[in-house]
């Protein structure tokens, strides 16, 4: 494991997180960091990301206009403010880093094109 997530937990819909997300051991300079999610049974799908080189911010539809993604280049960490959570945000939170410095926008989206994780942090939103 090269990075390190944290700050899921349980919190009530429209209530706020926030996810951080820093390197475990060995720092790497990443191309772009960023956050997926899982929930039970389905596929990963992409959250937000941050690229390096432009610092170009990516949301999926799902979460624009509730989430933002920042990063601390000298810390190597990214965070993911959540708010006004809803329970269909339920899910186990990955934070991901690219090594390719020069990531294009069409590859942000993709899984494939991260080459370090976190394990990953749960969110639940319940009432």
């Known amino acids: 494991v090269q990075l390190q997530a944290s700050g899921g937990g349980l919190v009530q819909p429209g209530g706020s997180l926030r996810l951080s997300c820093q390197p475990s051991?060995?720092?790497?300079?990443?191309?772009?960091m960023g956050w997926f999610r899982q929930e039970p049974g389905k596929e990963r799908e992409f959250v937000s990301a941050?690229?390096?080189?432009?610092?170009?911010?990516y949301y999926g539809d799902a979460v624009k206009g509730r989430f933002t993604i920042s990063r601390d280049s000298a810390k190597n960490t990214v965070y993911l403010q959540m708010n006004s959570l809803k329970p269909e945000d339920t899910a186990v939170y990955y934070c991901?880093?690219?090594?390719?410095?020069?990531?294009?926008?069409?590859?942000?989206?993709?899984?494939?094109?991260?080459?370090?994780w976190g394990q990953g942090t749960q969110v639940t939103v319940s009432s």
């Open positions: 051991g060995r720092t790497f300079s990443y191309g772009a």
């Open positions: 991901a880093a690219s090594l390719s410095q020069g990531i294009i926008t069409s590859s942000i989206w993709t899984e494939n094109s991260y080459d370090h």
């Open positions: 941050v690229r390096r080189r432009d610092s170009a911010k």
